[in-house]
């Protein structure tokens, strides 16, 4: 009897301990580099993220000089089902269905994974770790790696579709809270008579 009461008194105390998943921003201006493993393909993004209005604006950055590569802005903005895909260096827009909105944050029944620190001493960012993992269950589709005290997001892996082509691995730096310039949804002039075709790149 006293085993079970002790038992009993230290699962309590494991479950009082697990924390609850925070909030990140619903507005946020920021880089990433994004690792899509289908196309198997890196790339550095400059990203306005509005949750509120459910719309992205997301800017190819060049960080390598590659000849003949072609620079993008992505306008998504899934209020009006759209996505357009403006090609920067030919001045051509199309547009396709985007895929169904979803937040950078820990959804709030996510498996709270890991607690750690990121950096070394006297330059520390303390960090979660939340994923989409059922124990014992279902393995996790998605991952993610918040900043503990404002819960802005570090890193996100995402397995699309349950299909392990589709992985998405986005790391997430100087991130500024609110969109610093509205206007980057504004579409291009070029896209408001735009053509629907496949997209040269899928966001999840
Ligand atoms: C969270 O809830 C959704 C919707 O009910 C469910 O599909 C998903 O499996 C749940 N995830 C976890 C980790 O419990
Ligand atoms: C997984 O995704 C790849 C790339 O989109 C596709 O070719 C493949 O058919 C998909 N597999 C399944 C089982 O849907």
């Known amino acids: 009897m006293k085993i079970v009461i002790i038992v009993l008194a230290m699962a309590t105390v494991a479950w009082a301990q697990l924390p609850s998943p925070c909030i990140t921003p619903l507005e946020m201006t920021f880089r990433a580099n994004q690792y899509n493993h289908e196309d198997d393909i890196f790339n550095r993004y400059f990203i306005a993220y509005d949750a509120i209005n459910k719309r992205q604006a997301i800017f190819e950055e060049e960080n390598v000089i590659i000849p003949g590569r072609q620079f993008h802005e992505f306008l998504i903005l899934n209020n009006e089902n759209v996505m357009y895909d403006y090609n920067l260096k030919t001045k051509t827009c199309t547009k396709s269905i985007p895929r169904p909105w979803r937040n950078f944050?820990?959804?709030p029944n996510a498996t709270f994974e890991n607690e750690f620190s990121?950096?070394?001493?006297s330059e520390m960012v303390y960090a979660q770790e939340w994923s989409d993992r059922i124990p014992f269950r279902q393995r996790e589709m998605?991952?993610?790696v918040f900043s503990l005290k404002d819960c802005y997001p570090i890193r996100e892996v995402v397995i699309a579709n349950s299909n392990i082509t589709q992985t998405?691995?986005?790391n997430f730096y100087?991130?500024?809270q609110g969109i610093t310039n509205p206007d980057d949804f504004i579409p291009p002039t070029e896209c408001l008579n735009a053509e629907w075709a496949k997209p040269s790149?899928?966001?999840y």
């Open 142 to 144: 998605w991952l993610g």
């Open 105 to 107: 944050a820990i959804p």
């Open 201 to 203: 790149r899928y966001f």
């Open 174 to 176: 100087d991130i500024v």
């Open 118 to 121: 990121i950096g070394g001493p």
């Open 168 to 170: 998405i691995t986005t």
